[in-house]
């Protein structure tokens, strides 16, 4: 059954909510072959398809079937569907655009199954469709010689953006999330094809958005910090704003303090398992990386918590028993004032007083 702005929100006023882990490492893990990505509809498929992750959704489903089962089994409570690439702009390099809906709704439909398979009155069970950043971005030159050059456009994304996530609602997701995002143009785009959609429907779609700090500067790749990031996509009115992927939770935990400051909305987190060495695997095991999502959730921090590039369904099952049982983060009394952003943020005069304050 898909759910309600209203009934995801009740849960999370009672407790922090796992999301579950890395469907790519799992995949890798696997070690599908070029055969396997093609399956038998796409054995005399024009271009080499191994890496296409999204594919296996359509020639492997027990594949993915079973990597959401066993992140279920770990504890996870928000199955996150195999759909980071399951754009016709990301598609492109593959030469299979016209896949991208079928993509997204049998991913959605796969997840809605498992999810159905384990929620119970007392483990409500939750779907997230993902739409990824794409491989293109609208604010940043590909050519350091021309910063002026663009290889994507807001239309062209936002028209990609709305027809994934049409077919993630019609496979039967209750959430969006728009996640790694390191343009936020390419964010933007998505929110005003999604908003577009809800006017369309006459419904309210729950948001999720999880920007990517690239590096210890602190800054999303287009150059935002944390706060400039969160006031650019505030007008979405967000189910959650967090953070995701790039660092590993030790390197991540400042960005996310400061997420949990500044916003109204709830709070989610999904750091890597660490940094990759140089093999490039992760090392950081899952205890340790329970460690610090416990003593975020101890701190306040949290309301949705999970793992990102590295993570396992170890990883998960950690994390579940390291937030299990304790407060979620209350969300603050932010005062309404003008917000801005450029690279940093801006805020009108008297956003630092509370509404005692002005009285």
Request: hydrophobic share 40%; proline share 5%.
């Amino acid at each position: 059954m898909e759910k309600t702005l209203e009934m995801i929100e009740d849960v999370l006023a009672d407790k922090i909510l796992v999301i579950d882990g890395a469907m790519g490492t799992m995949i890798q893990n696997h070690g599908p072959s070029e055969a396997e990505y093609r399956g038998a509809r796409f054995a005399d498929w024009e271009s080499d398809l191994q890496g296409n992750n999204d594919l296996l959704t359509l020639t492997a489903p027990d594949l993915i079937r079973g990597i959401h089962r066993e992140y279920a089994e770990a504890g996870a409570q928000i199955i996150t569907t195999n759909t980071f690439s399951s754009t016709t702009i990301a598609q492109a390099d593959y030469h299979m655009e016209e896949l991208a809906d079928e993509l997204n709704l049998e991913a959605a439909k796969l997840a809605r199954e498992v999810a159905e398979e384990f929620e119970t009155d007392e483990n409500p069970m939750f779907v997230a469709g993902v739409i990824g950043p794409t491989n293109r971005t609208a604010s940043i030159s590909p050519d350091v010689n021309d910063p002026g050059k663009r290889n994507t456009s807001f239309d062209e994304l936002a028209e990609a953006y709305g027809a994934a996530a049409r077919a993630l609602l019609e496979g039967g997701v209750d959430i969006i999330l728009m996640e790694t995002i390191f343009d936020t143009l390419n964010a933007k785009a998505a929110i005003y094809a999604v908003r577009r959609l809800m006017r369309e429907r006459g419904v309210t779609i729950p948001l999720m958005i999880s920007g990517t700090i690239t590096d210890a500067s602190g800054r999303t790749l287009s150059g935002q910090t944390t706060e400039a990031f969160y006031n650019s996509v505030a007008h979405a009115r967000p189910l959650t704003m967090g953070l995701n992927c790039a660092l590993g939770p030790d390197a991540l935990r400042q960005y996310v303090a400061e997420m949990s400051r500044i916003t109204p909305c709830y709070v989610h987190a999904y750091p890597n398992a660490g940094l990759p060495n140089e093999f490039g695997e992760y090392d950081l095991q899952p205890d340790e990386m329970a460690e610090h999502i416990g003593e975020w959730a101890d701190s306040g921090l949290l309301n949705m918590a999970g793992g990102c590039c590295g993570s396992t369904p170890a990883h998960i099952g950690a994390i579940a028993k390291a937030v299990a049982g304790k407060t979620p983060r209350q969300r603050p009394d932010i005062k309404r004032v003008m917000r801005l952003s450029g690279l940093e943020p801006f805020a009108a005069a008297g956003a630092d007083e509370t509404d005692e304050d002005v009285a």
